[in-house]
């Protein structure tokens, strides 16, 4: 059984570059603005003031020990010293609030 695609291939090829050009022909609709990323922030987020420089955030990454069971185990002492530093971390900004 040997079949030719070349030929179909050729001819489905054809018609698919020819949509595509026609799709990028059309002219592209903006999006609304609940569709937008802008419409998800709140004011307060947007405004820039002078002096004034952006916290960044800091993540930390606590790798969790996988058995070969399937089940998670977690270190106990990642735990506590990661709640120390969350404790830590709140202290100072309520320090910073007053």
Do not use: Y
Not at 22 to 50: G, H, N
Not at 76 to 87: C, H, K, L, M, S
């Amino acid at each position: 059984m040997d079949f030719d695609f070349k030929t179909s291939f050729d001819n489905i090829l054809k018609q698919c570059e020819l949509w595509a050009k026609s799709q990028a022909k059309l002219p592209k609709q903006m999006r609304t603005f609940e569709d937008s990323q802008k419409s998800k922030k709140t004011v307060a987020s947007m405004i820039e003031r002078k002096g004034e420089e952006k916290s960044k955030k800091s993540v930390k990454i606590v790798e969790n020990k996988i058995v070969p069971n399937g089940k998670v185990e977690e270190s106990p002492e990642a735990d506590d010293d990661v709640i120390a530093a969350n404790r830590a971390k709140l202290a100072q900004k309520l320090a910073a609030k007053t």
